[in-house]
């Protein structure tokens, strides 16, 4: 079974009905009742390897709803064995809560990570790392469900612990960091979240040293953050940064210089500046992996469907040759289906105009509502949008204009089949607002 004891992502995280402390056990399957309703009647599990086989499957196939009740069943069986408070029920609680979390069952998955974070610290002391997982993963499920204030507790619980069992500078912790800049994102406090994302970064560069290729992945990293906090020159900054740091150790050929290269022409992109050095980065990028003896043509793929995005997004020549090459390339590699059906089967933003906030509220002011358009439309070969209609809105007209407008200007990564750049009937996209309504309108 996948050790997933209460790991938890950031930006991702799972309900059941069991409380704190307890941990609900799946019913015998009335078989005659069943097949009175005209289903195939189910094989009941009777032993923990079987149930532990049966949930892996499940696992493995991303089938999480399903996989509920089989867990709820692995607890049981497991409590049987070796009591309830033991790791082993813990562990196997905090799988349970981890899999209710994937399949966004929050509250239940929270409960359940609370319960074995409780059961781990009676069975193995306050202070037990086996505790920081579960923990990690209340947080998540609080943050899930908004609660940002419990979430932002709890992370800042599992932080105490790791820091006291591993030390203050601990490389582990970083996870938790992350959490806590996300959860202080989300609750406003952006200097506060900062300081979570240096810390972290502080914290790689203690270890590893200011110019090692070693402290590459903390600058990307904060590199990223800087690029969802819209901080786009600061963002390439940290970019230029490790080029320099490639250059000096690895010479001016390296594959290292890739990323980066291709990260700064992604970032004007994403500010929707045609800057001459973001396409002159990606030719760069994929000059260097030309020239290797043995291309990565994977890596050499994605720099061609990158150069394709530039030139729809900014109008250069999007003949859409880049992408039948970036195409070519993948179908040479085992799994290169895998990736022509991420990238190229439907339409994605290579440049999103945003729709003005002309009316719009904050989701925090007082009678402040919940306002939503629905709006489908086709995507061109070229990547331009046709057909553009309002399919739903609320309010209605608010801001149906401004949205459809927005969608004109986008550009959109066209749709491939075959190698074959075609054209995508009905696209629909969603947009979320919150709004302030007219005071005579009660």
Not at 157 to 177: D, K, P
Not at 214 to 219: I, R, S, Y
Not at 220 to 229: D, E, G, I, V
């Amino acid at each position: 079974m996948p050790d997933i004891s209460g790991a938890a992502e950031p930006g991702t995280l799972m309900q059941s009905s069991a409380g704190p402390g307890s941990v609900p056990a799946t019913e015998p399957v009335d078989t005659d009742e069943v097949a009175a309703q005209g289903e195939e009647p189910q094989a009941e599990i009777f032993t923990l390897l079987e149930a532990q086989l049966e949930l892996q499957d499940l696992f493995e196939d991303e089938d999480y709803p399903e996989a509920v009740p089989v867990a709820e069943r692995v607890v049981a069986l497991t409590q049987e064995e070796f009591g309830e408070i033991s790791s082993e029920s813990a562990v196997a609680t905090s799988y349970l809560a981890e899999i209710q979390r994937r399949a966004g069952q929050y509250e239940d998955s929270s409960q359940n990570f609370l319960t074995s974070s409780e059961i781990f610290r009676e069975a193995e002391g306050v202070y037990t790392d086996s505790a920081i997982m579960p923990l990690v993963g209340l947080g998540a499920s609080y943050h899930a469900l908004e609660y940002y204030s419990q979430a932002l507790t709890v992370f800042e619980e599992a932080r105490t612990v790791s820091r006291r069992v591993f030390g203050l500078l601990n490389e582990e912790q970083i996870v938790i960091l992350d959490h806590l800049a996300n959860t202080l994102l989300s609750m406003e406090q952006y200097q506060e979240a900062e300081q979570q994302q240096l810390m972290a970064m502080q914290i790689m560069e203690r270890k590893y040293g200011s110019d090692t290729l070693e402290f590459l992945p903390a600058l990307y990293k904060h590199a990223m953050w800087l690029r969802r906090s819209s901080r786009y020159n600061g963002e390439r900054d940290y970019y230029t940064r490790a080029m320099d740091i490639i250059r000096r150790v690895e010479g001016g050929d390296s594959i290292l210089l890739v990323r980066p290269m291709k990260e700064i022409a992604n970032s004007y992109r994403t500010q929707r500046v045609p800057e001459g050095r973001g396409l002159s980065s990606l030719r760069r990028a994929l000059g260097i992996l030309q020239a290797q003896q043995n291309p990565d043509k994977l890596q050499m793929a994605e720099v061609l469907r990158d150069l394709g995005d530039w030139e729809v997004a900014f109008n250069t020549f999007p003949s859409g040759n880049t992408y039948r090459e970036a195409w070519a390339l993948l179908d040479e590699l085992e799994d290169g289906e895998r990736f022509q059906r991420r990238w190229f089967d439907q339409p994605v933003y290579v440049l999103q105009a945003r729709a003005n906030d002309r009316y719009l509220a904050d989701p925090d002011e007082p009678g402040a509502r919940a306002g939503h358009v629905l709006v489908v439309f086709d995507v061109t070969p070229t990547g331009r949008t046709t057909n553009v209609s309002i399919l739903e809105s609320e309010p209605s007209g608010l801001k149906d204009e401004t949205t459809a407008r927005s969608i004109v200007l986008s550009r959109f990564r066209p749709r491939m089949v075959d190698g074959e750049i075609v054209s995508a009937q009905g696209i629909s996209r969603r947009f979320t607002f919150f709004y302030e309504p007219d005071p005579e309108e009660g």
